[in-house]
């Protein structure tokens, strides 16, 4: 999508070599079509909640 690109292009244009995120488990196939791929799970919420942390090299 455009606006995934465009944070891309802003973060490596001031320096940054990659970005993370926690991602809705619904979303992990979204990410992963714009060029993101799966690192590993966060560490449990407050209320149990774990979800995947994605990741993209700029």
Same mark, same amino acid.
């Given at each position: &999508?455009? =606006? *995934? %690109? *465009?944070? !891309? $292009? %802003?973060? +490596?244009?001031?320096?940054? +070599?990659? =970005? $993370?995120? $926690?991602?809705?488990?619904? +979303?992990?196939? *979204? @990410?992963? %079509?714009? /060029? !993101?791929? @799966?690192?590993?799970?966060?560490?449990? &919420?407050?209320? /149990? %909640?774990?979800?995947?942390?994605? /990741?993209?090299? =700029?």
């Amino acid at each position: &999508s455009r =606006l *995934f %690109r *465009f944070v !891309g $292009e %802003r973060a +490596a244009a001031r320096g940054a +070599a990659h =970005l $993370e995120w $926690e991602a809705d488990p619904n +979303a992990v196939g *979204f @990410y992963e %079509r714009m /060029g !993101g791929r @799966y690192l590993r799970d966060s560490p449990p &919420s407050e209320w /149990g %909640r774990i979800t995947p942390v994605m /990741g993209v090299e =700029l």
